[in-house]
């Protein structure tokens, strides 16, 4: 089976940071993303990264503040998150694909990023 988990959420003063993970057990994947979900909004890119880490799209409200990463040999993809604002608030999402153009088929519980004022 397929399991991807995320991890590294929690409280934070805006401007601050935090690092999210996403660890996939059972399998490689070509491509990984990170998607965000706010209380009462649908949910919403944030950044995707293929395998080989040479190729990286980010969502317009996240460039310059967000980095994605991941780490083959641990098969975990990561979220640095830097100068973090109160509507970065959300339930954040692990996803992964096994190619580039494929879509997102598996999923993450999510973990949770709060971001007072």
């Known amino acids: 089976q397929v399991q991807l988990v995320e991890s590294g959420g929690g409280l934070v003063q805006a401007g601050g940071s935090l690092r999210l993970s996403c660890v996939a057990s059972g399998r490689t994947f070509t491509k990984y993303g990170w998607f965000r979900q706010a209380p009462g909004k649908e949910r919403e890119f944030v950044a995707r990264i293929s395998w080989r880490g040479d190729s990286m799209i980010y969502a317009d409200s996240v460039k310059g503040r967000f980095t994605i990463s991941r780490d083959n040999g641990k098969n975990t993809m990561y979220l640095q998150m830097n100068s973090l604002k109160p509507e970065d608030t959300a339930v954040y999402y692990c996803?992964?694909?096994?190619?580039?153009?494929?879509?997102?088929?598996?999923w993450g519980q999510g973990t949770q990023v709060t971001v007072s004022a």
């Open positions: 996803a992964a694909a096994m190619s580039t153009a494929g879509s997102y088929d598996y």
